[in-house]
């Protein structure tokens, strides 16, 4: 998807890109909407900071917080915990809590803001991804042997990392990126 992000704090930004490249994310939208609603008698607003819409037609809220800040705060965790049910009711699938636990795991946040920047560059031309295609056929391939075979390596390498970037190639997120990585293209993308 990639699309440009607007954040209010880093665990937000890198929160948002992890989500942005998620493959089962078709559709992003940061700070939505907001709403009033009733909490402890008083009237207040709310802004989600992220709405996802999901591949199987699924959304869902999401809300970025540091752990610490959600485990001492009991005010926090009750808001949440109302704010769930309202839009439960108002047909959304959850409002999801994600923390820097599960945003900041190492390579997976690294490898993600690199190639969401990669994503967002120049497309490449359809010559350029017949061409990668065919040497890559439907075989996993290390990201090296790959750019051996093309003769502008240094041109592929832009174009591999930007369908990497877009998951039209795949790649595990969660190992380092080398140049022995295994590629594939994704059954989901054909040519």
């Given at each position: ?102 945003i900041c795991e190492e390579p997976r946040l690294e490898n993600s803001l690199c190639l969401h920047r990669h994503a967002t560059s120049n497309e490449p031309g359809p010559k350029d991804v017949r ?61």
């Open positions: 998807m990639t699309t440009l992000i607007l954040s209010e704090s880093y665990l937000e930004y890198w929160g948002n890109v992890l989500l942005d490249l998620d493959p089962q994310v078709i559709d992003l939208a940061t700070q939505p909407f907001s709403i009033r609603y009733r909490f402890k008698g008083r009237w207040r607003i709310y802004t989600p900071d992220t709405l996802v819409r999901m591949r199987d037609g699924r959304l869902y809220l999401i809300e970025f917080k540091y752990i610490e800040e959600y485990e001492n705060d009991p005010e926090l965790r009750a808001k949440i915990n109302c704010l769930r049910e309202i839009f439960k009711r108002r047909g959304y699938t959850d409002l999801l809590l994600l923390t820097e636990r599960e061409t990668l295609h065919r040497l890559m056929g439907d075989q996993a391939i290390s990201i090296g042997k790959l750019l051996r075979y093309a003769s502008k390596g240094a041109f592929y390498r832009d174009a591999l990392w930007y369908l990497m970037g877009r998951n039209i190639i795949e790649v595990d997120r969660t190992e380092p990126i080398t140049p022995q990585t295994r590629v594939r293209w994704s059954p989901d993308h054909g040519i």
